[in-house]
């Protein structure tokens, strides 16, 4: 099964609206990162959290390692904000990361 | 924000053609990750290297897919006979260790192939 699992899969919210991001997965995460991809393709990195919660502008991250669950938060969403948002991990007994399908977040004007 | 180069940022191929794409990694990080993203948003782990040294590859890679890290040079992904499945976005990460260090993505190789 799918080791990283994001929902929801899309997300519409009208421009100031608050959007709620959840990253659940099957492995236990030595990292944890939330990452912003535009639909032309670059992936940015938002957060490095692999427990806590973390804050960064308009971006707030809570994870939860004994749950293996994460979340994003993103507050008073903007059209910019408009994308891809991939939650990945990295495992104990793996060099890789371990992405999930992505939450497509389409903030209207 | 991220500072790895990846070149070309598109590249075209035909069926049976030889696809090069190049990386280099943020000054500093040793390790070098290359990521294969399809069009359903799929990720999958290609290769990875210490400095020179292959980590980790997976079967794919070792049939068609060649890379290498040389000591001053980029890092390249090379697929020797191209397939239409082969098309793709190619992301190469770097990162300071492998263990529990942030990755740093540059903004890929957009492969076609006709």
């Known amino acids: 099964g799918q080791q990283v699992q994001q929902s929801p899969s899309s997300l519409v919210l009208q421009e100031g609206e608050n959007a709620e991001l959840q990253c659940n997965f099957s492995?236990?995460?030595?990292?944890l990162q939330w990452f912003y991809q535009s639909p032309g393709g670059s992936l940015v990195s938002l957060l490095s959290n692999p427990s806590g919660t973390k804050h960064t502008g308009r971006l707030t991250s809570t994870t939860v390692t004994k749950e293996r669950r994460s979340s994003l938060h993103i507050s008073s969403s903007q059209t910019t904000d408009s994308g891809t948002y991939l939650c990945a991990i990295e495992t104990s007994n793996a060099y890789k990361v371990i992405f999930g399908k992505g939450t497509h977040l389409h903030v209207l004007p | 924000n991220s500072k790895v180069i990846q070149t070309p940022r598109y590249l075209v191929k035909g069926q049976g053609q030889k696809a090069k794409m190049r990386c280099i990694p943020e000054k500093g990080h040793p390790v070098v990750f290359w990521y294969q993203q399809n069009k359903n948003n799929e990720f999958k782990f290609l290769i990875n290297f210490q400095n020179q040294e292959v980590l980790q590859q997976i079967d794919m890679t070792e049939k068609r897919f060649s890379a290498e890290c040389p000591s001053n040079s980029p890092c390249s992904l090379e697929i020797q006979s191209s397939e239409a499945g082969d098309s793709a976005l190619y992301l190469c990460?770097?990162?300071?260790?492998?263990?529990?260090?942030?990755?740093?993505f540059g903004p890929g190789t957009r492969l076609t192939v006709l």
């Open positions: 492995s236990t995460a030595t990292q």
């Open positions: 990460a770097s990162s300071l260790w492998t263990g529990g260090r942030e990755q740093y």
